[in-house]
């Protein structure tokens, strides 16, 4: 089953109210890929779900043992629209040894 959705921590449960995922689900595989709060998703995710494989991207400009990561906000995407170029935009997504953390 695929899904396809935008989504934030708070709408996760929502997401999942009614579907076949539940907090004894065992997934392949579960990949987030956000572009900016993909930590705070995970950690909601992780008290939900297991997978076997788990796909996520670390920011590499935040080295370990630093942690690091771009909480959700309501106007975080108005924000990033005021840049024209990807690398305009300033850091986001989360450091790797803050999602070694949350494992």
Not at 74 to 86: A, D, G, V
Request: aromatic share 10%.
């Amino acid at each position: 089953n695929v899904q396809c959705e935008e989504i934030t921590p708070q709408s996760l449960p929502f997401l999942f109210a009614g579907t076949v995922v539940s907090s004894t689900s065992l997934l392949d595989v579960l990949k987030v890929d956000i572009d900016s709060y993909d930590c705070p998703v995970l950690e909601v995710l992780l008290r939900t779900v297991t997978a076997r494989i788990i796909v996520v991207e670390a920011n590499p400009s935040i080295p370990p043992p630093y942690q690091w990561a771009m909480l959700y906000h309501p106007e975080l995407w108005t924000f990033f629209n005021t840049f024209h170029e990807p690398t305009e935009v300033p850091i986001r997504g989360c450091s790797l040894a803050y999602e070694i953390d949350l494992l």
